[in-house]
């Protein structure tokens, strides 16, 4: 397994992290993405440390807690083995304080996070959001509290636009509290938005992305395609990437450049698609989720070969969609070569 710095931090991580929204399933919306129990999460733990993936990627909304909860029990007894990264935003509760980034908030979801992942500290706490009723400084002094106490390492964001992020910066800088040096986007071969400015600020601030569903919540898992529907009930057919679903033909084109990548290279679709993601200036891990042992032996080869400069600006063609304003007028050139 590679391993990459997070951002412009001394922090290596594996360039694949097994995310855990999968584990637990406790409502309708993570049972379309998996139930794991403790006895499967097990397995899948165990499978992704022989492989050399020891970053584990989990949240204190995903699955109201359970998913910290069962990943907790996976780990027990190993955890100087693993790398923990978990986010706090999303509601935890009924009351008005049950959600954001304020202090109020994040010191009880940390200790509720600490608590069931069974742990002393995370290695990377991610705010899972922008909560634009608290100041960016509060939320930072109580990041910049808990580093000192030990109880995180490093500190990222997630789904942040670019002036939220510069802002954040910004603010750590002029106070001399801990940097975001990593941010968790979305970015596949079907959403790449986040080359617009997302992936230039990285560049410019060494901020590493931590990308989640790079396959598009399946629609680039090789399952699909022109006369492939997505199975009826299906997560991919039910909730899609989560976003604006993209064109069929874009989806088709898409899939099609990596399914004639993949005969060429002796490799799985969704194995082309994580490879390219890779290959991205910025990235730093991808996290993946897996229902199964299948999937996730699947997922891990996407590592040990590299896609050539013909393939990828086969697959950058494939995938190109017009840019909106002020990008398309930003041009690239000497003066502003950033823009991919």
């Not at 800088?173 to 080359?195: I, T």
């Not at 601030?205 to 898992?221: N, T």
């Not at 890779?278 to 997922?299: C, H, M, W, Y």
């Amino acid at each position: 397994m590679d391993y990459r710095l997070l951002g412009r931090s001394g922090f290596s991580v594996p360039v694949l992290s097994l995310g855990t929204a999968t584990f637990g399933g406790s409502n309708d919306f993570f049972r379309k993405w998996g139930s794991s129990g403790i006895e499967e999460a097990t397995r899948l733990v165990d499978m992704a440390l022989d492989a050399g993936v020891n970053l584990f990627d989990t949240a204190d909304g995903y699955s109201d807690g359970m998913a910290e909860t069962i990943l907790g029990a996976a780990i027990k007894g190993r955890t100087d083995k693993v790398l923990i990264s978990t986010k706090a935003f999303f509601p935890t509760g009924p009351g008005p304080n049950d959600r954001g980034t304020s202090r109020q908030h994040l010191v009880q979801t940390l200790e509720g996070s600490l608590k069931r992942l069974g742990v002393d500290h995370v290695d990377l706490w991610q705010m899972h959001g922008f909560d634009a009723l608290t100041p960016v400084e509060e939320t930072l002094r109580l990041i910049d509290d808990m580093v000192s106490a030990g109880k995180v390492r490093y500190v990222g964001c997630s789904n942040f636009s670019g002036w939220h992020l510069m802002k954040s910066l910004a603010v750590s800088d002029r106070y001399g509290y801990p940097r975001y040096v990593a941010h968790q986007a979305y970015y596949s071969l079907l959403g790449r938005e986040y080359e617009w400015e997302l992936m230039p600020l990285g560049i410019d601030q060494g901020v590493g992305a931590v990308v989640w569903s790079p396959l598009a919540g399946g629609m680039l898992s090789g399952k699909i395609g022109r006369n492939r529907p997505a199975p009826a009930g299906s997560r991919t057919q039910t909730q899609g990437s989560l976003g604006p679903k993209p064109p069929d033909e874009l989806i088709f084109t898409v899939v099609e450049a990596l399914e004639a990548i993949s005969r060429e290279v002796g490799r799985s679709v969704a194995q082309v698609a994580l490879n390219w993601v890779l290959q991205r200036p910025t990235v730093s891990t991808i996290v993946f989720g897996a229902r199964n042992a299948e999937q996730l032996k699947d997922n891990l080869g996407a590592t040990g070969f590299t896609l050539t400069k013909e393939q990828i600006a086969r697959l950058d063609a494939a995938s190109a969609v017009p840019k909106v304003y002020p990008y398309w007028h930003q041009g690239g050139g000497p003066r502003n070569p950033f823009p991919v």
